[in-house]
């Protein structure tokens, strides 16, 4: 896909989003936002995946900041994964696709949803794959504010000792959470710093920018033995400006006018 390609894509993926989200009037808006040109790329373009999960050998996809799950749930609507019917049950009672990744779903790897869990599971796989003699990679994504959790740090420990270098993690720093900045909770002018102390190979980007998000997967790393991680720097609620950098919408469902300002930004 070319750049023009990838914009619409991550359009369409955003009005899917926002629909759902209006429809449960449940939260997480935000937070999806922030991620999707990072996962569009990833899935339409970069991972050698298997949504049937069949072949052991796939590159895997892990979503460590499982509150965004709607926006794995768009995609595979988009790539005929899941149904009309599943996509417009998302967050409602009674269905199987909650606000958390359920990995009941076809395409989905692994299920998650307390934070910090998701880069131990990644080791692990990419552990696994690498002990077996697979070409592929485990790519997971995490929030930046779940890089709070002390379970982070020991699988960031772990992973440079095990070179592991068919892992890749990539922090969503959208710079908001839960209750505010992140900034507020930990000091994160030494982020990047940190991640090179436990031995990584660390690269800083623009999340929204395709020619960006691909050089950091393809280029040689410094230290071609160790895992990757990607520090992308994003905005909270991307694409539609009165959500954007607004901590609020961590928790707001939409109202029936801002969806169709939504809508209207998106066309």
Known sequence: MDIIKFKEKCRDIRRIIIKSKH??????????????????????DHLNLDLTKKKPDRDYFILSKAHSSILIYAILFDKGIISKKEIEEVDVDGSYLGDHINSQVEGVEYSLGSLGHGLSVASGIALSSKMNGFNNKTIVLLGDGECNEGMIWEAASFAPVQ????????????????????????????????WKSFGWNVREIDGHNFDEIKSALNEIRENPDKPLVIIAHTVKGKGVGFIEDKLEWHYKSLNDEQLQRALDELK
């Not at 936002?33 to 339409?44: N, P």
């Not at 900045?181 to 940190?194: A, E, G, I, K």
């Open 23 to 44: 429809r449960s009037k449940s939260a997480h808006l935000g937070s999806a936002f922030s991620a999707v040109e990072l996962l569009v790329y990833l899935y339409y």
């Open 163 to 194: 070179k592991l270098k068919n892992l890749i993690a990539i922090i969503d720093y959208n710079k908001l959470q839960g209750f505010g900045r992140t900034s507020d909770f930990s000091d994160m002018t030494q982020f990047s710093l940190r």
